[in-house]
């Protein structure tokens, strides 16, 4: 069993910055591909970004782009989301999840955290 355990979000204004962080324990971090989502009220679950097992390869969503980073450290097992230039519309529960590599699809993921609030002031 992998256990995710997000931290790191809040309230902050338009313009401002986040990071993320995603502590993952119980099995061997590095064998997993790692995922940010987030979910507003009343939308469904959206991607956000992704790395693969050896952080060499990172996809973003359109909306993501050149604000967010994703990144990982394996000695640490644990994986970030740098959010910079943040918007009201990314007001969001932001959650981490493990998966598959080279798969970036909700149903590629097998373990989720329970998600971290981020509210973006306008």
């Known amino acids: 069993q992998v256990q995710l355990v997000e931290s790191g979000g809040g309230l902050v204004q338009a313009g401002g910055s986040l990071r993320l962080s995603c502590a993952v324990s119980?099995?061997?971090?590095?064998?997993?591909?790692m995922g940010w989502f987030r979910q507003a009220p009343g939308k469904e679950r959206e991607f956000v970004a992704f790395?693969?097992?050896?952080?060499?390869?990172?996809y973003y969503a359109d909306s993501a782009k050149g604000r967010f980073t994703i990144s990982r450290d394996n000695a640490k097992n644990t994986v970030y989301l740098q959010m910079n230039s943040l918007k009201p519309g990314d007001t969001a529960v932001y959650s981490c999840?493990?998966?598959?590599?080279?798969?970036?699809?909700?149903?590629?993921?097998?373990?989720w955290g329970q998600g971290t609030q981020v509210t973006v002031s306008s």
């Open positions: 999840a493990a998966g598959v590599d080279y798969c970036s699809g909700a149903g590629c993921f097998l373990y």
């Open positions: 119980g099995r061997t971090f590095s064998n997993y591909a």
């Open positions: 790395i693969t097992r050896s952080g060499g390869t990172t």
